[in-house]
């Protein structure tokens, strides 16, 4: 199983910018589909962004397309989350997952929380206005 570790949470203010990393510490073919999740306190767990690992094609939550961008180094076994033009509905607990058995590009873009079963221990982020 896949072992997931995020760092990078902390405070900013509305309108800045954070970066998320995800390191994976075994990381293989199982784990072609990654995905970014968010959960604020009293709301459901939401998918933010997927990446399919194979060539980086990444699918975007509309809440959230064109301000973060997903992206990867393989060599790192690395996933990130650079999320700019942040505002106070962006505040959430972020995690990071792995979904061993999504075999396909289209299937990981389509991929729901039930779809990972590896994920991190989360990082808090906190957007002030």
């Known amino acids: 199983q896949v072992q997931l570790v995020e760092s990078g949470g902390g405070s900013v203010q509305a309108g800045g910018s954070l970066r998320l990393s995800c390191a994976a510490s075994?990381?293989?073919?199982?784990?072609?589909?990654m995905g970014w999740f968010r959960q604020s306190p009293g709301k459901e767990r939401e998918g933010v962004a997927n990446?399919?690992?194979?060539?980086?094609?990444?699918y975007y939550a509309d809440s959230v397309k064109g301000r973060f961008t997903v992206s990867q180094d393989n060599a790192k076994k690395t996933v990130y989350l650079q999320m700019n033009s942040l505002n106070s509905e962006d505040s959430a607990m972020y995690y990071c997952a792995a979904a061993a058995n999504v075999w396909s590009r289209s299937i990981c873009g389509r991929a729901r929380e039930f779809d990972f079963g590896s994920w991190g221990q989360g990082a808090q982020v906190t957007v002030s206005s």
């Open positions: 990446i399919w690992t194979v060539d980086g094609s990444a």
């Open positions: 075994r990381y293989s073919y199982s784990a072609n589909c």
